[in-house]
């Protein structure tokens, strides 16, 4: 069909490439109030992927980085409007935590999100995790993908 309704981009499209704009142009100090402003939006789940699309982006360049906790600290706040969001930076802290083998707890990562999950069973090079996932991954393809990468 054609016609001016249908050639228009929906409203929360057009705020949702405005958003992802608009972070990456945001210095480094703006971006918390950026997603203050950003979570308030009227269409949540437009708001959340818009948040969603900058922290994936963010922590996997900081994962291994010394600078990762701090940047964490400083986006506590204002993601903690979103509970998506939130339990997103939760994740990506545990990640981190699995990459860098510091100190994680097998009972968070088998309660984690599938996305969170899977991206640790393709990734982790810890053995303890990759067993943890092989036996008791949320899906068989989180199970699947950490059987494949134990060691033989």
Known sequence: MTGEYWDREPDEHIRWA???AE???ASPQDVAALI???LTDPDTAMANSA???Y???RAAALLTDPG???WRDEMTGPVAAGE???RRLREWT???AVTLDEPWDAEELLAASNWCQLHAAQTATVGTVVAALAEGGRTRRIRNAAKLRLPR
Do not use: C
């Open 23 to 25: 972070f990456a142009e």
């Open 18 to 20: 405005r958003y992802l």
């Open 36 to 38: 203050a402003r950003v």
């Open 51 to 53: 948040v969603r699309e």
């Open 55 to 57: 922290l994936d982006g």
């Open 68 to 70: 990762y906790p701090a």
């Open 94 to 96: 545990l990640l981190r």
């Open 84 to 86: 998506f969001v939130s």
